[in-house]
Every structure is written in C-alpha cells, then in structure tokens.
C-alpha cells in the first residue's frame, strides 16, 4: 500500500481537507440550493396538481351546466310547442265562432231583408188596393155622372 500511495503521491492531509471541504460544500448547496430548489420544486408540484383537479372540476361543472342547459332547451321547445298549439286551438275555437255569429248575423240579415220586402210587398199591395178602389171610385163616378148627363139629355 505504501507503494500506491508513494506512486500516485498522496497526501492524507489533502484527501482530508479534501474531504472536509467537499463536506462543507455539500452542506451549503444543501442548505441554500437544494432545500429551496426542492421547496420550489413541491410548490410547483402542488400547483401543478390543482390546476389538473381544478381543471377537472371546471370540465365537469362545464358537462353539468351543459346538461342543465339542453333540458332547460328542451323544456322551453316543448313549452312553446305548448303554447303554440293552445294558440292554434284557440284561434281555431275563434274561427269557429266567428263563422256561427257571421252565420246568425246572416240569418238575421237575410230574415229581416225577408221581412222588410214583404212589409214593402203588403205596403204596395196596400197601396195598389187603394189605388184600385181610387181609380174604381173615380171610374164609378165617371160611369154614374156620365149616365146622369145622358139621362139628363
């Protein structure tokens, strides 16, 4: 052993001071470098790892208010639909009932024209009566002061 160390010329009070200040490095890297690169290193980790869940949970909230969205979609098509169709059954209902009051209106037109025209048709033969009689008065009169004037002669 003498012999290795006389050949490679080592000095054990090198090795040793060697020794003491690889020590003293490794402390302070230790203490300065990797207790605070590691500290970094954790946070970074952690950081990481919330914005995966928050990210997670951000995608599932994002699903649910998806879903809360197509229902409520869909009851709003379904509730329009609704309200559609009760429009159209009503104005249906209205049509309806605008053709039967235009129907009694109608009749009711229709029936008084009737009784107007034959209120007219007794007023005229009415009238043509009296105009008969009128003229059959004046004719009779006529006749009667013509036969008066011949009898006279």
Excluded: C
């Excluded at 054990?12 to 003293?24: D, E, L, R, S, T």
């Excluded at 049509?95 to 009784?115: F, R, V």
Aim: hydrophobic share 45%; net charge neutral.
């Amino acid at each position: 052993m003498d012999s290795i160390i006389s050949t490679f010329h080592i000095d054990w009070k090198i090795i040793i001071a060697q020794a003491v200040n690889f020590g003293v490095v490794f402390v302070v890297l230790y203490i300065f470098a990797l207790k605070p690169l590691s500290k970094l290193m954790a946070e970074r980790s952690e950081k990481i790892a919330k914005g995966i869940d928050d990210a997670k949970a951000n995608a599932n909230l994002l699903e649910k208010t998806r879903a809360e969205y197509d229902e409520a979609l869909q009851k709003a098509r379904l509730e329009a639909n609704k309200i559609f169709q009760d429009g159209k059954k009503e104005a249906e209902a209205k049509k309806t009932l605008m053709l039967e009051e235009a129907k009694k209106e109608t009749t009711t037109i229709i029936e008084n024209g009737k009784k107007m025209l034959e209120a007219e048709k007794t007023k005229m033969v009415e009238d043509a009566k009296k105009d008969i009689v009128n003229l059959a008065m004046l004719a009779t009169e006529k006749l009667l002061s013509t036969k008066q004037d011949l009898n006279n002669l």
